[in-house]
Antibody
Framework: QVQLQESGPGLVKPSETLSLTCTVS????????WSWIRQPPGKGLEWIGY???????NYNPSLKSRVTMSVDTSKNQFSLSLSSVSAADTAVYYC?????????????WGQGTPVTVSS | DIQMTQSPSSVSASVGDRVTITCRAS??????LAWYQQKPGKVPKLLIY???SLQSGVPSRFSGSGSGTDFTLTISSLQPEDFATYYC?????????FGGGTKVEIK
């Protein structure tokens, strides 16, 4: 079955750019929507955005000015960049697959990667 | 944005109890709703989609109902492994949004 794994630095300095990659295994990245979701410590879940395998994106307006997503189908990977980070961006970042068609729920999820923004 | 409001924010219950969690959307979302379970330090797990469809492998003691703006997640007989936080998520429109979570604790 499809499995996802996040990777990237666990510590980012304020005002810098957070960059994460999600590697998809057990299935193709082609034909599906892929999402990033984050969860600050002790808090709830926030959808960051999605990228389609062909590069079409949809970002949460609350983060849109700072978010860029990209996809590399040859590597079965997609990536997240979040610029000008602050302590408020400290969170566990998850990648997840979105259901097909209008089934916009998340399954499966990656294991999550914690990111701390601190100098 | 569609706001999702869950209640209660926490509930204390005993093994064998019936537990009901509610989720209210700020506008109608038909049955475009999912429920997730998250145990401490673990990844959220999809339990129910389309408001009432059980994800493969999820025990039948979990059920979902509702449409429009009001939804419920019911655990018919709480088991030790069900102590967790539960989130609803609307899948009707972007941005996709989650409820604040309901923590089910041991009484």
């Amino acid at each position: 079955q499809v499995q996802l794994q996040e990777s990237g630095p666990g510590l980012v300095k304020p005002s810098e750019t957070l960059s994460l990659t999600c590697t998809v295994s057990g299935g193709p990245i082609h034909g599906y929507h892929w999402s990033w979701i984050r969860q600050p410590p002790g808090k709830g879940l926030e959808w960051i955005g999605y990228i389609y395998y062909n590069g079409i994106t949809n970002y949460n307006p609350s983060l849109k000015s700072r978010v860029t997503m990209s996809v590399d189908t040859s590597k079965n990977q997609f990536s997240l960049s979040l610029s000008s980070v602050s302590a408020a961006d400290t969170a566990v970042y998850y990648c997840a697959k979105i259901g097909t068609g209008s089934n916009n729920w998340f399954d499966p999820w990656g294991q999550g990667t914690p990111v701390t923004v601190s100098s | 944005d569609i706001q999702m409001t869950q209640s209660p924010s926490s509930v204390s219950a005993s093994v064998g109890d019936r537990v009901t969690i509610t989720c209210r959307a700020s506008q109608g979302i038909s049955t475009w709703l999912a429920w997730y379970q998250q145990k401490p330090g673990k990844v959220p797990k999809l339990l129910i989609y389309s408001a009432s469809s059980l994800q493969s492998g999820v025990p039948s003691r979990f059920s979902g109902s509702g449409s429009g703006t009001d939804f419920t997640l019911t655990i018919s007989s709480l088991q030790p492994e069900d102590f967790a936080t539960y989130y609803c998520q609307q899948a009707n429109s972007f941005p996709l949004t989650f409820g604040g979570g309901t923590k089910v604790e041991i009484k």
